[in-house]
């Protein structure tokens, strides 16, 4: 996915927060900077190849370890420009932000190493393109609907539900024609 749609995601995962969805919230900003975060790794393109960065991109920067360091600084940062705020439950919705980017890339084909250092493998579902407009559409009535009602919110998270569980549903049946195709 591209960096504006994570951005785009983080914003919505943060209506389950419990607090509006604004760039005056913390939680909100901190939600949108931490989806957008994992794709620091892009700074090895700038200074080596193209080759360079694609071995390492979604390696490390969207492990859990560097995850909480980036919620971490991320909270840190957001510290200087708003006031008086919960430290933990702005570094917790930045940290879920963080993750959710993760959590998205892990859904398409290319995968991401979630548990980097501890093992080289990437998880991947290969369940979502890298762009999805059905998962944009939800997040984009997550941000702008500004009553934020546990019914609604039970109602976007059905539809979320529905659409991974279509996507599975699809790849069985690829696969399984695939496999009809072959034999």
Not at 90 to 98: E, K, Q, R
Not at 102 to 121: H, M, Q, W
Not at 127 to 149: A, E, G, R
Request: hydrophobic share 45%; aromatic share 14%; net charge neutral.
């Amino acid at each position: 996915m591209d960096p504006v749609t994570h951005g785009v995601i983080g914003l919505a995962v943060s209506a389950f927060s419990g607090d509006p969805v604004s760039l005056s919230n913390p939680v909100s900003v901190g939600c949108a900077i931490g989806a957008m975060s994992p794709d620091i790794d892009v700074v090895v393109r700038v200074i080596w190849d193209d080759y360079v960065y694609l071995k390492h991109h979604r390696g490390f920067s969207h492990s859990i370890p560097s995850l909480l360091g980036l919620a971490g600084l991320i909270t840190l940062g957001l510290s200087q420009f708003y006031g008086n705020f919960d430290f933990s439950n702005v570094f917790l919705w930045t940290f879920i932000g963080a993750f959710s980017h993760t959590f998205f890339d892990i859904l398409n084909s290319y995968g991401a190493k979630l548990f980097s250092p501890f093992t080289e493998r990437k998880l991947r579902a290969n369940l979502l393109m890298l762009y999805d407009p059905v998962i944009s559409i939800l997040s984009l009535l997550l941000i702008f609907n500004k009553n934020n009602s546990p019914l609604f919110l039970t109602s976007i998270s059905i539809a979320f539900f529905w659409v991974f569980r279509s996507s599975i549903s699809n790849e069985k049946k690829s696969t399984k024609d695939c496999k009809a195709a072959l034999s």
